[in-house]
């Protein structure tokens, strides 16, 4: 089992930045997907994910309308469309899937975990 977020960067306040996770080693179909981020010092927090099929997904409410997530089955792959960052959402983001159908916004319902990405905003 292997997921591979990747697509982080420096990256300026306003500006936009897509990440992908690519999974391998399970039904990737049938697992939910979700981001999470940790900022220096503070623990890893729920930012967004997706069902399994692609049709739920849930947002925090700092992210939402900045912050699209997707997923391709066919490419087993999750994206995040992040616009209109700021310095608050530098942190490592972690992708991870989960076997809960529709998706959870609690760490402990992921099973596996991604290396996590780095996701700098500053000018």
């Known amino acids: 089992v292997q997921l591979q977020a990747s697509g982080g960067g420096l990256v300026q306040p306003g500006g936009s930045l897509r990440l992908s996770c690519a999974a391998s080693?399970?039904?990737?179909?049938?697992?939910?997907v979700g981001w999470f981020r940790q900022a220096p010092g503070k623990e890893r927090m729920f930012v967004t994910a997706?069902?399994?099929?692609?049709?739920?997904?849930y947002y925090e409410g700092s992210v939402k309308g900045r912050f699209t997530i997707s997923r391709d089955n066919a490419k087993n792959t999750v994206y995040l469309q992040m616009y209109s960052l700021t310095p608050e959402d530098t942190a490592v983001y972690y992708c991870?899937?989960?076997?809960?159908?529709?998706?959870?916004?609690?760490?402990?319902?992921?099973?596996?975990w991604g290396q996590g990405t780095l996701v700098t905003v500053s000018s």
């Open positions: 080693g399970f039904a990737f179909s049938s697992y939910a």
């Open positions: 991870a899937a989960s076997s809960v159908p529709l998706g959870s916004t609690y760490l402990a319902n992921y099973n596996y």
């Open positions: 997706v069902s399994g099929s692609g049709v739920t997904t």
